[in-house]
């Protein structure tokens, strides 16, 4: 079975809106190219595909816009390629090499979970909390940004119960951001 990872940057007082935090710097845009490299494909939902693709999409014109630098080329380029499944009720469609996904949440992904590859990857807010709440989330990844936002959207809020963590790794970057991934207490490595 392929482990389902969920990753996302994150304020210390927890908000997750994805310009809460630091701008992105050559080292965290670095870390998470690599990280996206190692899974198979991507799980959104509709905010976070929709979100990701006006950021990261390859323009028709083949070219990377200008105001792109060069260490962002590769992340870009790794999302842009990677292939993507995305859980929407209200999507009709979806393109940028993405397959949508209909059904049942928990039968649907853990479908996803039992073909065979090296993992899945899980971004966004609203498709991790309920995912979390089905206990299928493997792995925790947080960028954790030195920064105070002090209001904007939280991680889990509304989870119905507690998952308690086991720390595996953690890396600080020279911007002050610690990378924490975590496992579910009892998880197998």
Request: net charge negative; with cysteine; glycine share 8%.
């Amino acid at each position: 079975m392929r482990p389902l990872r969920y990753s996302i940057n994150v304020t210390l007082d927890g908000c997750c809106h994805h310009e809460a935090g630091l701008p992105p710097d050559e080292e965290s845009m670095q870390y998470w190219a690599a990280r996206l490299a190692e899974a198979d494909a991507l799980l959104f939902g509709r905010v976070t595909y929709e979100m990701m693709q006006s950021a990261w999409r390859r323009p028709s014109t083949g070219a990377w816009p200008h105001w792109m630098n060069e260490w962002q080329i590769r992340f870009a380029e790794t999302i842009d390629r990677a292939e993507k499944y995305v859980i929407s009720r209200t999507l009709t469609a979806a393109d940028w090499n993405a397959e949508l996904l209909r059904g049942d949440l928990e039968r649907t992904v853990t479908q996803l979970k039992q073909q065979p590859g090296e993992g899945l990857w899980v971004g966004g807010v609203a498709l991790p909390l309920a995912l979390a709440d089905l206990g299928l989330i493997d792995e925790y990844e947080f960028l954790v940004q030195p920064v105070l936002a002090g209001h904007g959207p939280t991680l889990f809020a509304g989870l119905r119960e507690r998952i308690p963590l086991d720390l595996v790794d953690r890396r600080e970057l020279r911007s002050g951001a610690v990378a924490l991934r975590y496992r579910p207490t009892g998880a197998m490595a």
